[in-house]
């Protein structure tokens, strides 16, 4: 259990995470993690369907779940005179999933939907957080369809659903949070009456997501649908989270990605305008530098104009990667690339991914820390390392690891002209 | 407090304890001599400020002239000053580990910048020469302009934007608000000599407002702002058309066919009011108990009853001069016609019946309660403001707004969804292959067929 109080505002958010995300689910069954996700709403021990959204919305809050790489969580973000009427829920359905047929038919329709309308029936969609996996990793954890192939959602069964529960949602392998308008004396006591009597059960043992060395380079190429620019995008395999290379390439990274001051952007878009949009980062773009425990990639995400190929546009990039690599960055660069990051940090903490859930960045960086590194007071001392990263260490990890051995790249081909 | 038997602690639904009152944080609201209004709220969570330059003209107010003129005058204003190059503007941002945006909607121009509060003198400066020197480099509004144009061909992909499109323009026809975005044609007519010329038209104090909240002290921060901007010459902004709207007689279906969609995007509504209304609130809890929260009728139905959809929302839309409420949902091909009966269904239903005490009850805590969140960030608490400000809504309107939620009846709601869910005039527009849907649509109506491209087939 993890309490962190700020008085101001008469507001709490609470979360539940569990140290399970789509990475490690199970195979011939893509997608299930999130789908599974879903079944948490459908009802629990003592609060049947719909009883989980009705007792939130009614008590003046909001709530939702989501399913990353490698946690999967449940939150929720109330007036602080309902954090017991939470607790209680969090707890209930920590206990026991009660759900039957019905609901997993029904949620497998809705999660496609889903998947059509983020994915299938969109310019870009999937593009390239689903793209890149399959061609950059060998390990089926790492490379599956992470939202879900449709006939694996239709395999699934609530047989599977209750192993799945069984296995990973044991107390033992999870953490809770709680923040805001909080009394953590009598928050921790709350917490203990209703997770107190929570069934044990054991950690599941740690899964295997370890990746063959890389080497050579690996390309694939997807069709893009709907939308008419071509898309390239790059992925370096990323180090080791808590390493000090890791420390560097967080900074290598904001270097290249940090905005429109970044060196990608700068270059493609607003002096070679080659480019009409570039982005990228590492774990992007379903993810952030913090929330993942296991192999991950740093992603450049580039739409190009129809005149340039793509061969000419990564040259172009290639030319930037070089750079780097061989003149690296002086320290008159570094210094505003760590002020932006050390600002980043900090907006992070307040708002971070879900705009309406206050301080869920703060809720989503103690739950990563606690899980993966078995410490949540990394919150106040993680900036500390970044912010001593020299120049010379941000060239050195640039060399090794920009290179061609060490990257994916997938391109998305438009299927229709939209060239003037 | 009684320990209860364990059983009892599992199976009992924990009441909730009273609630902690909202302490509004200090806030200092003044008008310069040249018309600059400021609003400025201190909030402590983190060492940052968030703030909100807005000019109360945006494509509305040129739309006769050229669709999305204000956005792009936006977007090109923050790509040179008379002092610093495009290059300068954005190595100088992250010098202060600020962010910072441009841009217009139907209503606004704003520049929005968030940043560390031990650079806040530099970044106000760097603001102030944004609204008062920007230089409009032609090569940079070239640039702009070509990624202008790859983006709307992009949108014209991409389902829920041609649902909104054909939407509003079904609402509001040759009316400013009838148009959400230029042709292709539209951004290639424009020239960097109409963006000086809305700039110079519409940046003015007398048509701004400066929202600020962070970690400041507002009266120190006042100062601040006052060296700044107080020799920025007075100045206003010519009152933006208002030219009348087309009748919609009778209830009606529109198609956007784009071939391959494997799935469909729906959106209905009528005209409805603006912010400013008499009926607004009551509109605001009618939508919420129909389609506006996750426990809402229409997320019950078509979402965890039937499995139609993913994201079912409705909404009340407020636009300075006029406002709309619609209804949305990407659905299974095959369930159009479904769909639509449901959403149908549940409109009607709340024209009729009245809303019993405790879904009632339960809605104005929803409604109270996600008003407080909002209150709780840097961003949320800027955008109140802003919202009530621009507006010129009520001086107490915040600080009112959760007892005068809590005020509203049955009757309140019922008269709302009778006046504003006017589902024998409603518009409805579905965007989809037709080869899948046409027949479905056509059980609404005879639907008018359009391609991705607005033309008429």
Redesign the interface.
Known sequence: MVASP?R????ATVGVYYNIGFRIEPRGRSGFAHLFEHMMFQGS???G??VH???V???????NGSTHYDVTNYYE?????????V??LEA?RM?ALKVDDENL??????????V??NV?????GGFPWLDLPPIAYRNWSNAHNFYGDFDDLDAATLDDVQKFFKTYYAPANAVLLML??IDVDEAMRLAE??FG?VPSGPAPAPADTSEPPQIEERRGVVEE?????PGVAIGYQAPRRLTPEWHAAAMLDQALH????GRVY?RL??EQ?IA??TEGGIHYPVGDLFDYNGPTLMVTRI?H?PEYSVDQTLAAYDQIIDEMKEKGITAAEL???K??F???Y??M???GHG?????YGLMHLLACFSLFDSEPNLVNTILDPFMNVSPEAVQSVAQKMLTRQNRSIVIRRPV?K?AA | MATAP?SE???V???????????WPPRAHKTLSNGLEIVLVE??????FTGELFFRSGNAAVAAKAPGLADMTATVARTGTQKRT??EI??D???????LSTGAGADTSVISF???VDHSNDLLALVSELAREASFPPEEFE?ER??LV??L??ER???SFLASERFRRVLFGSHPYGTISPTEEQAMSYGVEDLKDYYQRYYRPGNALLVMVGDFAPREMLAQIEKVFVSWPSGTADPVPDPPLPELASRKVYLVHLP????TQIILGNRAITRKHPDWLRLTLANSIYGG???SRLV?NI?????????PRSGAHPLRQHGYFSVGA???NDVVAASLTEIFYELDRMRSTPVGEEEL???R??????F?????????LAGQLATATLERLAEDYLETYRERVLKLTSADVLDAAQKYFDTAHAQIVVVGDRAQIESQAALFGNPEVYDAQGKRI
């Not at chain 1, 101001?8 to 507001?11: D, E, F, G, T, Y």
């Not at chain 1, 973000?77 to 009427?85: F, G, K, T």
């Not at chain 2, 979402?303 to 994201?311: F, I, L, M, N, V």
């Open positions: 700020d101001a505002a008469p507001v021990a003592n609060a369907k719909m959204i009705k007792l919305n009614s008590s003046g809050g909001v709530l973000s109330v007036p602080s005179n309902a954090l017991e009427r607790l209680w209930d206990r038919r029904n949620q497998r329709d809705v999660v496609k939907e889903e059509r309308v299938l029936n969109q310019p870009y805001g308008d009456r209703h009597s649908k709907f939308g008419t620019l940090g905005g429109r001051a700068r878009v607003l305008q009409v949009d739409l104009k210094e505003p690339v002020v932006k050390r600002s980043n900090f907006s903490l307040e708002g705009a309406s859930i206050p301080r229709k939209g | 364990r602690t599992q199976s639904i924990p009441a909730l304890a009273p609630t902690r009152p909202v302490i909030s402590h969570t983190i060492p940052k495009s290059r954005e190595e941002l992250r010098r202060m580990g600020a962010d968030d940043g560390l640039r070509r990624q790859e983006g061909r992009i992909t991409t389902p391959g969609s494997v799935q929260a996750f426990n019950m979402r965890e009853q039937k499995g139609y959809t993913y994201s990407a659905v299974r009850d339960d809605a805590t929803y409604l109270t309660g996600v407080s969140l909002g209150l709780a960030t840097q961003d949320g």
